[in-house]
């Protein structure tokens, strides 16, 4: 063998050491840490607390027309309910991704959808199908539009984030 073979040899003998090397460095991006504990923490913590901080609030500000407005207490139970269980499906996504469970990402995309239809469902239909009367549902249609365009954004961002994350990919197998 010429040296020059020994060279090429050599530097191909280095490179997959190298590449072994780099193989088994832990990746940066594994692991819940930055945007991902941000959005765990959003999804077990602070959607909670928001969601019951907004359900004591609007039962304050309500129980007390429900006998005068028809259909009021059929919206604000109806909302209530849907909003709980919305909440335990947030846990449990945040949890999941948490802990890195198995389909976490699976879970966590599906409650984004439950959100997503949520929000639709609540802005849009809710109010109409309760029985509440045209002059307040058009009281009620700006915080309405509000509530969509902010629950459509957080749906985009963190769908998104799900399907583009670095960390998301090197964290989960799903």
């Not at 940066?28 to 930055?34: P, R, S």
């Not at 959607?47 to 207490?73: C, H, R």
Request: glycine letters at 6%; proline letters at 2%; one cysteine or more.
């Amino acid at each position: 063998m010429t040296s020059i073979e020994q060279g090429n040899t050599d530097h191909q003998l280095g490179e997959v050491i190298k590449e072994s090397i780099n193989n088994n460095k832990p990746n940066k991006f594994v692991g819940v840490k930055g945007w991902l504990l941000l959005f765990c923490i959003i999804l077990t913590i602070i959607v909670p607390l928001g969601s019951f901080f907004n359900l004591y609030a609007g039962w304050i500000d309500t129980y007390e027309y429900f006998d005068e407005i028809s259909g009021l207490n059929t919206f604000v139970y109806a909302d209530s309910l849907l909003s709980i269980l919305l909440v335990l499906l947030s846990v449990r996504a945040g949890i999941a991704l948490w802990k890195i469970k198995p389909r976490a990402i699976i879970i966590t995309r599906n409650y984004l959808l439950i959100f997503l239809g949520y929000t639709i469902l609540s802005t849009q239909f809710l109010a109409n199908i309760s029985g509440l009367s045209d002059d307040i549902i058009e009281s009620m249609r700006p915080e309405m539009q509000k509530l969509l365009i902010d629950g459509v954004v957080f749906f985009a961002i963190w769908y998104s984030y799900l399907g583009f994350s670095r960390r998301v990919k090197a964290t989960y197998y799903d």
